[in-house]
């Protein structure tokens, strides 16, 4: 499974808050399954520029170093009306499903492959 590294509360939004768009500076040909994984260093919380009526997240219910759940990546456009499209690319998610317990682990940048072991592991989670 591919995976993608997130910083939060990004990776709480996808999964909690209706975030159906992840802006990148970069595209990809993969569609499919997409682990979210939250980053070790979340953005600081003067930067959180959510949406109007998306509540903020309190920092201790963040999970950090670990995948949290998984979306289906279902396309990339360079347009979107969703509200949360700021581009250039934005990936397009799909039916967000939450692990039920974070699984701890060290990112990476760019789509990276989970591990075997982490996807036994993952699989008990979802």
């Not at 209706?18 to 930067?47: C, F, Q």
């Not at 309190?58 to 456009?77: H, K, M, N, R």
Request: aromatic share 10%.
């Amino acid at each position: 499974m591919r995976v993608l590294t997130v910083r939060q509360p990004w990776a709480w939004a996808i999964l909690l808050a209706g975030k159906d768009v992840e802006n990148r500076s970069w595209t990809t040909a993969y569609r499919g399954p997409l682990a979210i994984h939250a980053s070790m260093r979340p953005d600081p919380p003067g930067s959180w520029d959510l949406p109007r009526g998306v509540r903020v997240p309190d920092e201790e219910d963040l999970a950090l170093g670990a995948i949290v759940g998984v979306v289906d990546l279902v396309d990339v456009v360079e347009r979107s009306r969703s509200r949360w499209f700021c581009g250039p690319y934005g990936w397009v998610l799909r039916n967000p499903r939450s692990l039920v317990r974070p699984l701890r682990c060290k990112g990476m940048l760019g789509l990276w492959r989970a591990t075997p072991g982490q996807l036994r592991i993952f699989n008990r989670y979802l």
